[in-house]
């Protein structure tokens, strides 16, 4: 499983847009990058998965280049709210296994 | 649709007492995930449980044990415990025939405390 390498922590303010970046220089060839938001004291909460280019939801949009050696995950006029760890994770090419390796994760810090 | 859900939410403990925790999956879901996460720091994998049998291990001393049983749910028992078992304790059900990236849903934890 590939290893993941993102920034501790990132501030912002509300209504800015915020993109998180996360390295995975070795990923597989049959890796997802998924990734998770978790607040205190809750469990991570999927937010969005990709495989290349560009996915987009209601929440967040995952930005991955042609040779998927990064990704960004990026949010759109945070608010309050949005304060957590986020953590991206390269999911599947392990077999049959679903096994999740988390990093340390990304603390959004968003103030008024 | 119920989602993962754990029991207890919080308890403590003391050094060298066994403790069991519960896990009961998303409903639809065949397989359940343990995570150790202590505190600043992502979870930890610890085991997973599909067909009631122990599929796959993390670096988890034998200490910690599981079981699944027909209806999915799930215990992990931790025996001996030590203060550095303090954490926050994740449960993740996904549905294994959805491969392996499916994404998985976490219930919010049990916080074990040993004092």
């Known amino acids: 499983l590939a290893k993941t390498t993102q920034p501790i922590s990132m501030d912002s303010y509300e209504g800015q847009e915020v993109n998180i970046t996360c390295s995975h220089n070795n990923i597989a060839t049959n890796d997802y990058i998924t990734w998770y938001q978790q607040f205190p004291s809750q469990g991570p909460r999927f937010i969005i998965q990709?495989?290349?280019t560009k996915v987009t939801n209601e929440v967040a949009s995952l930005f991955i280049p042609a040779d998927r050696k990064s990704s960004t995950l990026s949010l759109p006029r945070v608010s309050l709210s949005d304060t957590a760890v986020y953590y991206c994770?390269?999911?599947?090419?392990?077999?049959?296994?679903?096994?999740?390796?988390f990093g340390t994760g990304t603390l959004l810090a968003v103030q008024p | 649709d119920a989602g993962v859900t754990q029991s207890p939410t919080h308890l403590i403990k003391t050094r060298g007492q066994q403790v069991t925790l519960r896990c009961s999956p998303k409903s639809g879901h065949d397989t359940v995930s343990w995570y150790q996460q202590a505190l600043g720091q992502g979870p930890q994998f610890i085991f997973q449980?599909?067909?009631?049998?122990?599929?796959q291990r993390g670096n988890f001393p034998d200490r910690f044990s599981g079981h699944q049983f027909p209806n999915y749910s799930s215990e992990l028992n931790v025996n001996a415990l030590l203060l550095g078992d303090s954490a926050l304790y994740l449960c993740?059900?996904?549905?294994?025939?959805?491969?392996?990236?499916?994404?998985?849903?976490f219930g919010d934890g049990t916080r074990l405390s040993i004092l």
């Open positions: 990709g495989y290349k």
């Open positions: 993740a059900s996904s549905l294994m025939g959805q491969g392996p990236n499916q994404p998985q849903h």
């Open positions: 994770l390269a999911q599947g090419g392990g077999g049959a296994t679903n096994k999740l390796i």
């Open positions: 449980y599909y067909e009631e049998e122990e599929r």
